[in-house]
């Protein structure tokens, strides 16, 4: 198994990136090949301080990386060197089995569809980041800033698309799916919400319950939650708050900590032709070591393969 890993992209980078690597693999088994994608000379210095032999990676030399605020559809075209663009480039070509970076989310987006494309019969892929269940454990929520603007069959996807992520990656059996929307009742909500609704009841392909509100967010009995992804996205945002506003007030607890972004890592992009991560652009070493995690389970799982079969 070889997990390919943008040692370019975020904040902190490359130390940060490096770092996370590092634990993770002091942490995987020895089937696993971590693939560093990046400046070589910056990392081995890195590696060396921890102790740990180089040869513990493989490592793809470049210099080159794509900035947060460069327009990702022509940054991909414009920067075929970049570690980004040689990160897809061997995932396309089959030499590495996932791909993740920190770094601009958008190029991650656009370089997953140009590269190894969306999966046949999925009209667009979605994000789906995790929401801390109040019991315990995690629901999942898609879409979060893929798709701003949707149309009815896009949720009904979604919908797919996360009730099959948590089936496989997180073991769940026949996982609830919910609509979020501003009331209950199926007459409730926009136009699109109404429609998708109506597509979302009649569909045997999946267990759903019908709508919730924003106060069942973190429901135990709610395994997927399904939205576009403008609503996604300010909550995703919203969510993230919660932590930093506890650790500012001075309190803990195990529900708020649970929305620490470092626990899950990073968030995939479902509906691609292979496993592919987007990483927070804040990571540290411990985010980029749970999302080299969340890349080894979907690899291990067999995600891509499932949806392909979903949609087929």
Known sequence: MKIGLDIMGGDYAPKATVLGAIAAAKELSDDHTIVLIGNKDEALPIIASSGLDPASFE???????????????????????????????????????????????????????????????????????????????????????????????????????GSLFSQHVYGLKNPA???????????????????????????????????????????????????????????????????????????????????NYEQYGGSPILGVNAPVIIGHGISNPEAIKNMIHLSANMIRSNITKKIKAAFN
């Open 177 to 259: 799916v919910a609509l979020l929307n501003i009331g209950e009742e199926e007459e409730k909500g926009n136009v699109l919400t109404q429609a998708a609704h109506g597509l979302m009841k009649d569909s045997s392909l999946y267990n759903f319950i019908g709508n919730i509100e924003g106060r069942d967010l973190f429901d135990d009995r709610v395994d997927v939650i399904v939205c576009d992804g403008f609503t996604g996205n300010v909550v995703l945002k919203l969510a993230e708050s919660f932590y930093g506003l506890t650790v500012k007030k001075g309190f803990k607890d195990d529900f708020f900590s649970r929305f």
């Open 59 to 161: 490592l793809i030399h470049t210099t080159e990386a794509i900035g947060m605020s460069e327009h990702a559809t022509k940054a991909i075209s414009q920067k075929p060197n970049s570690s980004i663009s040689i990160g897809f480039n061997l995932l396309k070509e089959g030499k590495i089995d996932s791909f993740a970076s920190a770094g601009n989310t958008g190029a991650m987006l656009v370089g997953a569809v140009l590269s190894v494309k969306t999966i046949s019969g999925v009209m667009r892929p979605a994000i789906g980041t995790n929401v801390p269940r109040l019991g315990s454990g995690f629901s999942i929520m898609l879409d979060v800033g893929a798709n701003a603007d949707c149309k009815p069959e896009l949720l009904h996807q979604f919908g797919l698309l």
